[in-house]
C-alpha cells in the first residue's frame, strides 16, 4: 500500500479495494454524535446500479462516538478477528442490516459501519476494513 498521506480515505491500492470488495471512490463526509465531531468516508459495495444500497462507511473522531443508535447485544468476537485493534469491539443494530466495529485510536476512536440492507450483515466485512484501516489511523502504513 502506498504511504499514507494523513487522509485515511484515500485509499490508492486495487489490492486493498479489491480485499475489501469496495467499489467506488470514498465520499468525504462528517456528523455530529452529541458533543463529537466525526469525520467520515463512505464506499459502496458491491456493483455500481441504482438498486444497490451496500455501503462501508470509516468514521473517526477525537471524542467517544457511535453510528448506529439502535445498537443490540454485542457481536460475538470469537467469530470476529479484532485482535489488531485497541478495544474492538462489534455491534449490529436490532434488524441486522448495519454493523459497527469500533475501536480506539492513537488519536481517539474510530469505527467501521456496513449497511448490508438485504439483512446479510454478519460484521466479517466491517472487522476486516477496520482491521486494514487501524494502522491508516494510528499514522502507520502496512505492507499489502
Not at 117 to 128: E, N, Y
Request: with cysteine; proline share 6%.
Amino acid at each position: 500500500m502506498a504511504p499514507c498521506n494523513g487522509d485515511p480515505c484515500d485509499l490508492t491500492s486495487h489490492d486493498f479495494l479489491q480485499r475489501n470488495q469496495l467499489t467506488s471512490v470514498g465520499q468525504h463526509d462528517n456528523f455530529t454524535d452529541g458533543s463529537a465531531a466525526v469525520q467520515t468516508c463512505t464506499w459502496r459495495l458491491g456493483p455500481a446500479t441504482t438498486n444497490n444500497k451496500s455501503s462501508m462507511t470509516l468514521a473517526y473522531s477525537k471524542s467517544p462516538f457511535q453510528m448506529i443508535s439502535d445498537r443490540k447485544a454485542p457481536q460475538d468476537l470469537s467469530k470476529l478477528d479484532l485482535t489488531a485493534l485497541d478495544s474492538g469491539s462489534a455491534y449490529a443494530d436490532h434488524y441486522d442490516r448495519q454493523c459497527e466495529v469500533s475501536w480506539h485510536t492513537p488519536g481517539g476512536y474510530a469505527a467501521v459501519a456496513q449497511d448490508e440492507p438485504d439483512h446479510t450483515t454478519d460484521c466479517s466485512g466491517a472487522a476486516a476494513l477496520a482491521r486494514d484501516l487501524s494502522p491508516r489511523l494510528a499514522g502507520k502504513t502496512k505492507q499489502t
